[in-house]
């Protein structure tokens, strides 16, 4: 009997030490969307499973992750009050296609690591969608610049591969220019 009782309140204490360190609490708000210390501690593990140069580094990676939250979340509201809407498969590839990149680096991770990683890519895929949608029409890229970098590199095989890269830099202006607005007008409130 004396037995049980020890275990029980060893369970006991066990068990209260452990919620006080799973506690979790409301770090920010950006308009009436929560970010919870959940949330920071998910986004942190993703900064090391996808950058794993980020811990050999002396950085803030609280700060860093929680401008990552920010910003995702201001994606997401766009992304619903304009109804963007992608092919799953897509979807489904890039996340696999990472998935496997990780694996041969042989990392473990988790079910729920896999599925916040899958909400991140569905994220940035239908925020890109966006951002094409909005700003496709402001997209012409100068020919001529075109043409002095397929000379300068003496191939023409390139040809396409610049422009690509030439409309995606300017997607890119566009994307971080837009976010900025977003973030700007945004009531965002910190706690703790």
Do not use: P, R
Not at 34 to 61: C, G, H, P, R
Not at 64 to 69: E, G, R, S, V
Not at 89 to 113: R, W
């Amino acid at each position: 009997m004396k037995k049980l009782l020890i275990i029980f309140l060893f369970l006991i204490n066990y068990s209260s030490s452990n919620a006080e360190n799973l506690k979790i609490y409301t770090i920010a708000s950006i308009n009436n969307t929560i970010i919870t210390s959940l949330d920071l501690d998910n986004e942190i593990e993703i900064i090391k499973i996808l950058d794993s140069n980020v811990i050999s580094q002396k950085i803030d990676l609280k700060k860093i992750a929680l401008n990552n939250l920010i910003k995702e979340n201001l994606k997401k509201n766009e992304i619903q009050k304009n109804k963007i809407t992608i092919d799953e498969k897509i979807i489904l590839d890039q996340h696999t296609k990472l998935l496997k990149d990780l694996k041969k680096n042989n990392l473990i991770i988790s079910e729920n690591t896999k599925d916040i990683i899958y909400s991140k890519i569905k994220t940035e895929t239908l925020w890109n969608q966006f951002i094409v949608d909005k700003y496709s029409w402001q997209l012409g890229i100068n020919m001529q610049e075109v043409k002095k970098k397929v000379d300068d590199n003496n191939s023409l095989n390139d040809i396409n591969l610049i422009i690509k890269n030439e409309k995606n830099k300017k997607l890119n202006v566009y994307s971080k220019n837009y976010l900025e607005n977003l973030q700007k007008k945004a009531l965002i409130k910190f706690y703790k």
